[in-house]
């Protein structure tokens, strides 16, 4: 694996190297492959062309696996080694992988499309770390290129990050307990502690992590797109069937999903 160099102590990070282990067990009931192609459909209507992807925060490699399937050239990095491990065992040398921090992401080509996908997002704390990331993204993309990214909407925060779920899979118990208020104000950084007893599947890389996000109002968000010298072109919203509508909603929607290109570029 190329390694770039991740300067900060890192909350999401630390939170990552705990959860690898279990990140495929916990998630194992999300469709990728629908989820992706009414993304692909969302952005077809804003002229996506070309077949180079860069998917930021990669983790295990779930939100690139069904693109390789469609003929797309993927690079993806994340900032814990051992999400990437994990990809690694999944694609050998098929996908370039590397270790970066979004914040600080270096220019790793040109692409047709950019994304960062499942809140990776809210992983960042603050506006200004949303800029730095969506600055070195927009660095990466190809003329006519796109970018798509989602974000948890205060439904989700004031809901499953406020809830306890408990998941019983593969010989694993996790118990998911939130620790947010349900009526989170928008902008609240909120917390959800993973705790994960390895139980009979002896997994004991695995320990417990806490959760630690940020919520980004849509006005913040499209702020911040044009603060980093990006035009957003869509805002859409969906609920747990992973069906972008719009308008976003954030009191229905649990994800917000914006699509967004370099400024000043004329459409395709
Ligand atoms: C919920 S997972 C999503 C992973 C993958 N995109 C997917 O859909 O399965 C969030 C990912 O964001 C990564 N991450 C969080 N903060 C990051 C940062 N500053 N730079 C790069 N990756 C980061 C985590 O390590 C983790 O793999």
């Known amino acids: ?5 991740v300067e900060r102590d890192d909350w999401a990070e630390r939170t990552y190297e705990a959860y690898a282990p279990v990140y495929d067990v916990f998630t194992a009931h999300y469709d990728y492959d629908g989820w992706l192609a009414d993304l692909i459909v969302v952005l077809e209507r804003y002229g996506l062309r070309g077949r180079r992807l860069l998917d930021v925060a990669c983790g295990t ?3 690139f ?8 050239r993927v690079t993806g990095c994340d ?4 999400m990437l491990d994990r990809a690694r065992a999944k694609v050998g040398e098929e996908v370039r992988l590397l270790r970066a921090d979004m914040r600080d992401l270096p220019k790793l080509g040109e692409f047709d499309l950019v994304w ?3 809140d990776a997002i809210n992983y960042l704390l603050s506006a200004e770390e949303l800029e730095q990331a969506l600055t070195g993204m927009r660095e ?4 006519g290129g796109l970018l798509l990214f989602d974000v948890n909407t205060l439904l989700a925060y004031r809901t499953f990050f406020a809830e306890t779920e408990v998941v019983e899979r593969e010989g694993h118990r996790l118990v998911w307990r939130g620790l947010t208020a349900p009526d989170a104000a928008p902008g609240t950084i909120c917390e959800s502690r993973l705790e994960i007893d390895p139980g009979e599947s002896r ?3 695995a320990a417990d992590c806490v959760h630690r ?10 702020a911040t797109i044009e603060r980093a010298g990006l035009e957003c072109l869509g805002v859409y919203g969906h609920g747990l069937d992973g069906v972008p509508k719009q308008p976003l909603d954030e009191a229905i929607h649990t994800k917000a999903v914006y699509v967004a290109r370099r400024a000043g570029q004329s459409v395709a």
């Open 61 to 63: 490699g779930k939100s």
């Open 65 to 72: 696996l069904p693109m390789l399937g469609r003929a797309w």
């Open 213 to 222: 996000q940020r919520h980004f109002p849509e006005e913040e968000v499209l």
């Open 116 to 118: 960062a996908l499942d």
């Open 79 to 82: 900032i814990s080694a051992s």
């Open 1 to 5: 694996m190329e390694l770039t160099k």
């Open 140 to 143: 990466n993309l190809a003329a």
């Open 203 to 205: 997994n004991e890389d």
